[in-house]
Protein backbone atom coordinates (compact mmCIF):
# COMPACT_ATOMS: atom_id res chain seq x y z
CA UNK A 1 0.00 0.00 0.00
CA UNK A 2 1.09 3.37 -1.30
CA UNK A 3 1.61 5.65 1.70
CA UNK A 4 -0.28 9.24 0.99
CA UNK A 5 2.36 11.78 -0.01
CA UNK A 6 3.49 14.77 2.00
CA UNK A 7 3.57 18.21 0.60
CA UNK A 8 6.92 19.44 2.59
CA UNK A 9 7.95 23.34 2.75
CA UNK A 10 11.44 23.92 1.64
CA UNK A 11 11.60 26.74 3.12
CA UNK A 12 11.70 27.71 7.08
CA UNK A 13 10.46 31.34 6.38
CA UNK A 14 7.13 32.59 5.73
CA UNK A 15 6.17 34.80 2.85
CA UNK A 16 5.92 37.84 4.98
CA UNK A 17 7.84 41.05 6.38
CA UNK A 18 10.74 40.15 9.21
CA UNK A 19 13.33 43.47 9.52
CA UNK A 20 11.41 46.67 10.05
CA UNK A 21 14.47 48.41 10.01
CA UNK A 22 14.99 47.66 6.83
CA UNK A 23 11.59 48.96 5.76
CA UNK A 24 12.08 51.78 7.05
CA UNK A 25 15.13 52.09 5.45
CA UNK A 26 13.93 51.61 2.15
CA UNK A 27 10.75 53.73 2.97
CA UNK A 28 13.15 56.76 4.02
CA UNK A 29 14.88 56.44 0.88
CA UNK A 30 12.01 56.20 -1.40
CA UNK A 31 10.47 59.48 0.60
CA UNK A 32 13.93 61.66 0.41
CA UNK A 33 14.30 60.88 -3.73
CA UNK A 34 10.91 61.96 -4.11
CA UNK A 35 11.26 65.10 -1.79
CA UNK A 36 14.65 66.10 -3.90
CA UNK A 37 13.28 65.17 -7.34
CA UNK A 38 10.52 68.18 -7.07
CA UNK A 39 12.49 70.27 -5.03
CA UNK A 40 14.89 70.29 -7.85
CA UNK A 41 12.85 69.88 -10.47
CA UNK A 42 11.30 73.50 -9.01
CA UNK A 43 14.41 75.23 -8.65
CA UNK A 44 15.05 74.84 -12.42
CA UNK A 45 11.48 76.09 -13.27
CA UNK A 46 12.46 79.00 -11.25
CA UNK A 47 16.26 79.58 -12.36
CA UNK A 48 16.53 77.62 -16.18
CA UNK A 49 19.56 76.79 -14.64
CA UNK A 50 20.60 72.80 -15.72
CA UNK A 51 22.33 71.79 -12.80
CA UNK A 52 19.19 71.73 -10.75
CA UNK A 53 17.54 69.78 -13.46
CA UNK A 54 20.44 67.09 -14.18
CA UNK A 55 20.07 67.03 -9.58
CA UNK A 56 16.19 66.33 -10.37
CA UNK A 57 16.33 63.83 -12.98
CA UNK A 58 19.41 62.09 -10.64
CA UNK A 59 16.76 62.10 -8.23
CA UNK A 60 14.23 60.93 -10.31
CA UNK A 61 16.04 57.71 -11.12
CA UNK A 62 17.11 56.56 -7.48
CA UNK A 63 13.44 57.34 -7.02
CA UNK A 64 12.15 54.83 -9.67
CA UNK A 65 14.71 52.62 -8.84
CA UNK A 66 13.69 52.34 -5.06
CA UNK A 67 9.98 52.06 -5.93
CA UNK A 68 10.64 49.07 -8.19
CA UNK A 69 12.96 46.97 -5.16
CA UNK A 70 10.35 47.39 -3.08
CA UNK A 71 8.02 45.59 -4.85
CA UNK A 72 10.64 42.69 -4.32
CA UNK A 73 11.36 43.40 -0.82
CA UNK A 74 8.11 44.49 0.72
CA UNK A 75 5.43 41.66 1.11
CA UNK A 76 2.34 43.36 2.58
CA UNK A 77 0.79 45.89 0.43
CA UNK A 78 -0.58 47.70 3.39
CA UNK A 79 2.80 48.88 3.96
CA UNK A 80 3.59 50.00 0.55
CA UNK A 81 0.22 51.87 0.25
CA UNK A 82 1.72 53.78 3.59
CA UNK A 83 4.95 54.56 1.56
CA UNK A 84 3.35 55.48 -1.32
CA UNK A 85 1.12 58.24 0.15
CA UNK A 86 4.18 59.80 2.01
CA UNK A 87 6.32 59.89 -0.71
CA UNK A 88 3.82 61.24 -3.22
CA UNK A 89 1.89 64.06 -0.61
CA UNK A 90 5.17 65.01 1.19
CA UNK A 91 6.90 67.25 -1.48
CA UNK A 92 3.71 69.04 -1.61
CA UNK A 93 5.04 70.62 1.75
CA UNK A 94 7.44 72.94 -0.55
CA UNK A 95 4.31 74.89 -1.78
CA UNK A 96 2.29 75.68 1.49
CA UNK A 97 3.06 79.27 0.48
CA UNK A 98 0.25 78.93 -2.36
CA UNK A 99 -2.18 76.75 -0.31
CA UNK A 100 -4.90 79.06 -1.02
CA UNK A 101 -4.59 79.10 -4.96
CA UNK A 102 -6.77 77.16 -7.35
CA UNK A 103 -3.38 75.82 -8.68
CA UNK A 104 -2.67 73.81 -5.22
CA UNK A 105 -6.28 71.77 -5.93
CA UNK A 106 -4.44 71.22 -9.26
CA UNK A 107 -1.51 69.51 -7.75
CA UNK A 108 -3.54 67.59 -5.32
CA UNK A 109 -4.97 65.78 -8.27
CA UNK A 110 -1.99 65.46 -10.14
CA UNK A 111 -0.30 63.99 -7.03
CA UNK A 112 -2.94 61.64 -6.19
CA UNK A 113 -3.01 60.57 -9.89
CA UNK A 114 0.66 59.61 -9.34
CA UNK A 115 0.24 58.05 -5.79
CA UNK A 116 -2.58 55.67 -8.49
CA UNK A 117 -0.11 55.21 -10.13
CA UNK A 118 1.96 53.87 -8.06
CA UNK A 119 -0.53 51.69 -6.38
CA UNK A 120 -1.16 50.16 -9.45
CA UNK A 121 2.18 49.34 -10.27
CA UNK A 122 2.78 47.86 -6.93
CA UNK A 123 0.13 45.40 -7.18
CA UNK A 124 0.41 44.36 -10.49
CA UNK A 125 4.27 43.60 -9.68
CA UNK A 126 3.14 41.86 -6.76
CA UNK A 127 1.25 39.84 -8.66
CA UNK A 128 3.41 38.77 -11.17
CA UNK A 129 5.78 37.84 -8.39
CA UNK A 130 3.13 35.93 -6.78
CA UNK A 131 2.05 33.96 -9.91
CA UNK A 132 5.81 33.14 -11.11
CA UNK A 133 7.57 30.16 -9.62
CA UNK A 134 10.57 31.89 -10.33
CA UNK A 135 11.63 35.44 -9.62
CA UNK A 136 11.59 37.20 -12.85
CA UNK A 137 13.19 40.89 -12.15
CA UNK A 138 12.93 42.34 -15.55
CA UNK A 139 9.28 40.90 -16.16
CA UNK A 140 8.18 42.77 -13.28
CA UNK A 141 10.42 46.10 -13.96
CA UNK A 142 8.89 46.29 -17.01
CA UNK A 143 5.74 45.93 -16.37
CA UNK A 144 5.78 48.54 -13.85
CA UNK A 145 7.98 51.01 -15.02
CA UNK A 146 5.91 52.48 -17.22
CA UNK A 147 2.74 52.93 -15.05
CA UNK A 148 5.02 54.83 -12.55
CA UNK A 149 6.59 57.06 -15.14
CA UNK A 150 3.15 58.26 -16.37
CA UNK A 151 2.20 59.22 -13.40
CA UNK A 152 5.52 61.12 -11.94
CA UNK A 153 4.88 62.93 -16.05
CA UNK A 154 1.19 64.29 -14.79
CA UNK A 155 2.91 65.94 -11.88
CA UNK A 156 5.83 67.29 -13.07
CA UNK A 157 3.77 68.82 -15.91
CA UNK A 158 1.18 70.22 -13.26
CA UNK A 159 3.76 71.46 -11.67
CA UNK A 160 4.99 73.26 -14.64
CA UNK A 161 1.99 74.96 -15.15
CA UNK A 162 1.33 75.95 -11.45
CA UNK A 163 5.06 77.70 -11.43
CA UNK A 164 4.85 79.07 -14.92
CA UNK A 165 0.88 79.95 -15.34
CA UNK A 166 -0.79 80.06 -12.37
CA UNK A 167 1.82 81.22 -10.04
CA UNK A 168 3.41 83.47 -12.68
CA UNK A 169 6.77 82.09 -12.79
CA UNK A 170 7.52 82.51 -16.81
CA UNK A 171 8.76 86.32 -16.50
CA UNK A 172 11.04 87.61 -19.07
CA UNK A 173 14.35 85.94 -18.04
CA UNK A 174 12.77 82.33 -18.19
CA UNK A 175 11.05 82.77 -21.38
CA UNK A 176 14.46 84.47 -23.42
CA UNK A 177 16.18 81.37 -22.16
CA UNK A 178 13.47 78.76 -22.88
CA UNK A 179 12.97 80.04 -26.50
CA UNK A 180 16.62 80.25 -26.60
CA UNK A 181 17.24 76.95 -25.51
CA UNK A 182 14.76 75.82 -27.89
CA UNK A 183 16.08 77.46 -30.90
CA UNK A 184 19.43 76.42 -30.46
CA UNK A 185 18.39 72.74 -30.03
CA UNK A 186 16.71 73.08 -33.33
CA UNK A 187 19.69 74.72 -35.15
CA UNK A 188 21.35 71.70 -36.24
CA UNK A 189 18.74 70.54 -37.92
CA UNK A 190 18.47 73.97 -39.65
CA UNK A 191 21.78 74.05 -40.41
CA UNK A 192 21.60 71.04 -42.99
CA UNK A 193 19.61 73.50 -45.34
CA UNK A 194 21.02 76.58 -44.17
CA UNK A 195 24.38 76.22 -43.06
CA UNK A 196 25.48 80.26 -42.37
CA UNK A 197 22.09 80.59 -39.98
CA UNK A 198 22.18 81.07 -36.28
CA UNK A 199 19.71 81.88 -33.40
CA UNK A 200 22.85 84.64 -32.57
CA UNK A 201 22.29 86.65 -35.20
CA UNK A 202 20.14 89.83 -36.20
CA UNK A 203 17.08 88.78 -38.18
CA UNK A 204 18.43 90.69 -41.20
CA UNK A 205 21.77 88.60 -41.27
CA UNK A 206 19.65 85.77 -40.88
CA UNK A 207 17.76 86.73 -43.60
CA UNK A 208 20.73 87.02 -45.53
CA UNK A 209 22.07 83.78 -45.08
CA UNK A 210 18.57 81.88 -45.64
CA UNK A 211 18.61 83.99 -49.71
CA UNK A 212 22.41 82.98 -50.01
CA UNK A 213 22.14 79.61 -49.30
CA UNK A 214 18.63 79.44 -51.48
CA UNK A 215 20.64 81.30 -53.93
CA UNK A 216 22.97 78.51 -54.08
CA UNK A 217 21.08 76.06 -54.55
CA UNK A 218 19.04 77.51 -57.39
CA UNK A 219 19.37 75.52 -60.99
CA UNK A 220 19.49 77.56 -64.13
CA UNK A 221 15.92 77.94 -65.13
CA UNK A 222 14.45 77.88 -61.66
CA UNK A 223 13.17 81.66 -61.70
CA UNK A 224 10.83 82.61 -64.71
CA UNK A 225 12.28 84.62 -66.97
CA UNK A 226 15.42 84.17 -65.97
CA UNK A 227 16.81 81.80 -68.11
CA UNK A 228 20.28 81.81 -66.64
CA UNK A 229 22.56 80.16 -63.48
CA UNK A 230 21.69 83.01 -60.97
CA UNK A 231 24.67 81.78 -58.68
CA UNK A 232 27.13 82.44 -61.20
CA UNK A 233 25.46 85.70 -62.48
CA UNK A 234 26.47 87.06 -58.93
CA UNK A 235 29.55 85.67 -58.91
CA UNK A 236 30.14 87.85 -62.34
CA UNK A 237 29.15 90.78 -60.20
CA UNK A 238 31.03 93.80 -58.41
CA UNK A 239 30.71 93.51 -54.67
CA UNK A 240 29.05 96.64 -55.33
CA UNK A 241 26.40 95.48 -57.53
CA UNK A 242 26.05 91.50 -55.85
CA UNK A 243 25.66 93.07 -52.24
CA UNK A 244 22.55 95.38 -54.04
CA UNK A 245 21.23 92.32 -55.65
CA UNK A 246 20.92 90.54 -52.36
CA UNK A 247 20.30 93.31 -50.08
CA UNK A 248 16.48 93.17 -52.36
CA UNK A 249 16.24 90.29 -52.32
CA UNK A 250 16.84 90.05 -48.26
CA UNK A 251 14.32 93.15 -48.34
CA UNK A 252 11.77 91.24 -50.15
CA UNK A 253 11.46 88.06 -48.01
CA UNK A 254 11.49 90.35 -44.82
CA UNK A 255 8.78 92.36 -45.94
CA UNK A 256 6.90 88.79 -47.03
CA UNK A 257 7.53 87.52 -43.25
CA UNK A 258 6.97 91.21 -41.71
CA UNK A 259 3.06 91.10 -43.16
CA UNK A 260 2.78 87.89 -42.00
CA UNK A 261 4.03 88.13 -38.44
CA UNK A 262 4.49 91.88 -37.58
CA UNK A 263 7.26 94.18 -38.35
CA UNK A 264 10.65 93.26 -36.50
CA UNK A 265 13.05 96.14 -34.46
CA UNK A 266 16.00 97.30 -35.59
CA UNK A 267 19.11 95.04 -35.04
CA UNK A 268 16.89 92.67 -33.41
CA UNK A 269 18.41 89.35 -32.84
CA UNK A 270 16.54 86.07 -34.20
CA UNK A 271 16.15 84.67 -30.37
CA UNK A 272 14.57 88.21 -29.20
CA UNK A 273 12.69 88.15 -32.18
CA UNK A 274 10.85 84.98 -31.25
CA UNK A 275 9.98 85.58 -27.65
CA UNK A 276 8.80 89.28 -28.59
CA UNK A 277 6.46 87.73 -31.32
CA UNK A 278 5.36 84.83 -28.77
CA UNK A 279 4.75 86.93 -26.11
CA UNK A 280 2.52 89.57 -28.05
CA UNK A 281 0.66 86.33 -29.77
CA UNK A 282 -0.14 84.88 -26.73
CA UNK A 283 -1.15 88.08 -24.91
CA UNK A 284 -3.56 88.77 -27.86
CA UNK A 285 -5.43 85.58 -27.64
CA UNK A 286 -8.66 85.89 -26.23
CA UNK A 287 -8.93 84.10 -22.67
CA UNK A 288 -10.76 81.26 -23.57
CA UNK A 289 -8.26 80.32 -26.21
CA UNK A 290 -5.19 81.05 -24.32
CA UNK A 291 -6.78 78.35 -21.62
CA UNK A 292 -7.06 75.80 -24.56
CA UNK A 293 -3.16 76.56 -25.93
CA UNK A 294 -2.01 76.32 -22.60
CA UNK A 295 -4.15 72.72 -22.36
CA UNK A 296 -3.26 71.94 -25.53
CA UNK A 297 0.57 72.56 -24.73
CA UNK A 298 0.83 70.68 -21.64
CA UNK A 299 -0.51 67.68 -23.24
CA UNK A 300 2.22 67.81 -25.91
CA UNK A 301 4.42 67.97 -22.86
CA UNK A 302 3.57 65.32 -21.05
CA UNK A 303 3.69 63.25 -24.54
CA UNK A 304 6.16 64.30 -25.83
CA UNK A 305 8.19 63.70 -21.92
CA UNK A 306 6.77 60.44 -22.10
CA UNK A 307 7.89 59.38 -25.15
CA UNK A 308 11.66 60.32 -24.59
CA UNK A 309 11.32 58.28 -21.05
CA UNK A 310 10.32 55.09 -22.91
CA UNK A 311 14.02 55.74 -24.26
CA UNK A 312 15.24 55.11 -20.55
CA UNK A 313 13.02 52.48 -19.57
CA UNK A 314 15.64 50.05 -19.87
CA UNK A 315 18.66 52.08 -17.85
CA UNK A 316 16.07 52.49 -14.93
CA UNK A 317 15.43 48.40 -15.04
CA UNK A 318 18.93 47.47 -15.05
CA UNK A 319 20.07 49.73 -12.68
CA UNK A 320 17.43 48.34 -10.28
CA UNK A 321 18.64 45.26 -11.21
CA UNK A 322 22.01 45.79 -10.37
CA UNK A 323 21.20 47.00 -6.96
CA UNK A 324 18.80 43.88 -6.70
CA UNK A 325 21.89 41.47 -7.43
CA UNK A 326 23.91 43.93 -5.07
CA UNK A 327 21.41 43.37 -2.13
CA UNK A 328 21.34 39.64 -1.98
CA UNK A 329 25.21 39.38 -2.35
CA UNK A 330 25.70 41.42 0.57
CA UNK A 331 23.26 39.07 2.63
CA UNK A 332 20.88 42.16 3.04
CA UNK A 333 18.13 40.32 1.68
CA UNK A 334 18.15 36.44 0.78
CA UNK A 335 16.14 34.33 -2.08
CA UNK A 336 14.23 31.58 -0.28
CA UNK A 337 12.24 28.71 -1.95
CA UNK A 338 8.55 27.38 -0.89
CA UNK A 339 6.80 24.72 -2.59
CA UNK A 340 3.95 25.54 -5.81
CA UNK A 341 1.99 22.35 -6.57
CA UNK A 342 1.34 19.54 -4.86
CA UNK A 343 0.80 16.12 -5.48
CA UNK A 344 -2.57 14.29 -4.96
CA UNK A 345 -4.05 10.58 -5.70
CA UNK A 346 -6.88 9.47 -7.49
CA UNK A 347 -9.09 6.39 -8.20
CA UNK A 348 -8.76 5.04 -11.96
Known sequence: MNEAPQI??????????????????LAL????????????????????????????????????????????????FSIIWGIALVETFAPLALFLKYAQTDAMVYLLIAFGVMFLAILVAARQGMNVLKNSVKIRFFEVARSVTPKLMSGILVAACTLIYAVYIAWGGFNAAVGHKLVGETLRGAEPVVKVWFPQVSVNQTVDQ????????????????????????????????????????????????????????????????????????????????????????????????????????????????????AIFKFILAADIALVTYETRSREFVILP
Open 206 to 321: MLRAVVTAQIEKLPPGAIPNVPFDLKSGLAQLSPADRETVLSKFTSGLKQDIEAKVGAFQEGETVQNAAYRLLDEYIKNLPPVTRQLEIIGFMLFVFFSLRSLAALAYWFVNFLAF
Open 29 to 76: ASIGTGFAAVYELHQFLLTFQYAFLWFSLGALLAFLVFNILSIFLVKH
Open 8 to 25: ISQSKFEESDYSIIKIML
